[in-house]
């Protein structure tokens, strides 16, 4: 049987999401190693990224869609469940405090620089964690009571609003987002001007 197109959504969501993660960890330290200072808009916009898709959208899914239709058919996960949905209801507080040691840095200087790059090592190790127990714990179990019907809701809720990073084209809306994040990301990370 063909895998649901929702697990491959998901599944292609967190990786791309990943990559923006990691790649701002690599700026960051590529930056310091060259004793320079990253390039703020780069920063800004993948921060955007993960505020505006991930939190706002895809996570809205998983919480109201697909966990509560997963305690419904077992409760194998209640626990691991739990913890991922405070993740989820914490994420915007923890996305703004980011947003807002970035933007200390940029205006307040180098004093602030260690205190971002602190904040973004362990809200990326966070977030890592937070999509490998979905999809090594979460996704199985939809995988082994989930029924046809319960796909095809999830199919259609996760194909409503496809990641610009996954699925770029003219109709997603967040298209110049994606080609922003693309063209300032310096090279060898981005089509950007290299550092």
Known sequence: M???NA????????AALAAVLRS??????????RNRT???RVLR???????EFPERLHHVKESTMLFPRLRECTREAADVLAQLDQDHRSGAAHIRE??????AWEFLGEARREVFERALEEYVAFYLEHMRIEETEVLPLAER????ADWLMLDRAFGAHRDPLVTPGPETPYVELFRKIVNITPAP???????
């Open 2 to 4: 063909t895998p649901p």
């Open 7 to 14: 697990l491959r959504i998901i599944r292609d969501e967190h």
């Open 24 to 33: 701002m960890t690599l700026l960051i330290r590529d930056a310091r190693r």
């Open 38 to 40: 990253p390039d703020f």
């Open 45 to 51: 916009a993948m921060l955007f990224y993960v505020d």
């Open 98 to 103: 980011l947003e807002h040691k970035l933007v």
């Open 145 to 148: 009571h989930f029924g046809e």
């Open 189 to 195: 990370y981005g089509l950007g001007e290299a550092a």
